[in-house]
Nanobody
Framework: QVQLVESGGGLVQPGGSLRLSCAASGMIFSVYAMGWYRQAPGKQRELVAT???????NYVDSVKGRFTISRDNAKNTVYLQMNSLKPEDTAVYYC?????????WGQGTQVTVSS
């Protein structure tokens, strides 16, 4: 079955960096659009960034210039490089895989930005 496993979350000070990884299995990774979403306490889940099967990227305005999404089809992995982190980036970050018929989610990884 399809599995998405996120890693790389943790506690970081404001201005710091983290790189999230999402390893996929049980699917033909290269044909899926991949995305990162986040959910802060008391808030709805929001889209952070997406990357298409062809490599086109899209970001929510609040992370443009700070976050970079990338994918390695040989490793079945999507990454989210997060720089200049702010306290408002604190959330559980979820990986998503989507094609025309299916959508899959990982279990999430906690990112906490605090001094």
């Amino acid at each position: 079955q399809v599995q998405l496993v996120e890693s790389g979350g943790g506690l970081v000070q404001p201005g710091g960096s983290l790189r999230l990884s999402c390893a996929a299995s049980g699917m033909i990774f290269s044909v899926y659009a991949m995305g990162w979403y986040r959910q802060a306490p008391g808030k709805q889940r929001e889209l952070v960034a997406t990357i298409s099967s062809g490599g086109s990227t899209n970001y929510v305005d609040s992370v443009k210039g700070r976050f970079t999404i990338s994918r390695d089809n040989a490793k079945n992995t999507v990454y989210l490089q997060m720089n200049s982190l702010k306290p408002e980036d604190t959330a559980v970050y979820y990986c998503n895989a989507k094609n025309w018929a299916y959508s899959y989610w990982g279990q999430g990884t906690q990112v906490t930005v605090s001094s």
